[in-house]
């Protein structure tokens, strides 16, 4: 099993926290690399302008691949600092991710090991934390 995201934003900072999640896709991608289905697992994180109506998915295809397609609004997320965007994205990705594994079952995954691992990963790195972390990434879109 492999696991990746790529982004479709207006914002840079979502680039650069997508950046940050590198780490954590290779301890998945090196721990779980025995694990045939699902071959993928592939984020999508997409901060788009409210009027474009689009929606979070996701599908199984026959490739035995899982897209978690997830859309965020970009009029909220323009007005957060990077640190509140990093809390609320990293809770809405392994929320997904969660529910995600709860609906498929996939049988070569221990999905609670597997969520704990990405959570104790993501906890190493800033992500996941139960509050926002305001002593750092101050940093404003606009």
Same mark, same amino acid.
Do not use: M, Q
């Given at each position: 099993m492999e696991m990746s995201v790529v982004c479709d934003t207006y914002l840079p900072y979502l680039l650069e926290l997508r950046d940050e999640l590198e780490v954590i896709w290779d301890k998945v991608n090196e721990k779980y690399k025995k694990i045939e289905?699902? /071959? $993928? =697992?592939?984020?999508?994180?997409?901060?788009?302008?409210?009027?474009?109506?689009?929606?979070?998915?996701?599908?199984?295809?026959?490739?035995?691949?899982?897209?978690?397609?997830?859309?965020?609004?970009?009029?909220e997320y323009k007005k957060m600092y990077k640190t509140e965007i990093r809390h609320d994205l990293g809770h809405t990705f392994y929320n997904y991710?969660?529910?995600?594994?709860?609906?498929?079952?996939? /049988? $070569? =995954?221990?999905?609670?090991?597997?969520l704990s691992d990405i959570k104790k990963w993501c906890n190493e790195i800033g992500w996941l934390e139960d509050e926002v972390d305001y002593s750092k990434d101050l940093d404003c879109p606009e």
């Open positions: 289905e699902p /071959k $993928e =697992i592939g984020f999508a994180f997409r901060c788009l302008p409210n009027e474009i109506k689009r929606k979070t998915f996701r599908r199984y295809d026959k490739d035995k691949e899982l897209t978690l397609d997830l859309t965020v609004s970009y009029e991710l969660e529910d995600s594994l709860k609906k498929y079952k996939f /049988k $070569e =995954i221990n999905s609670k090991e597997l």
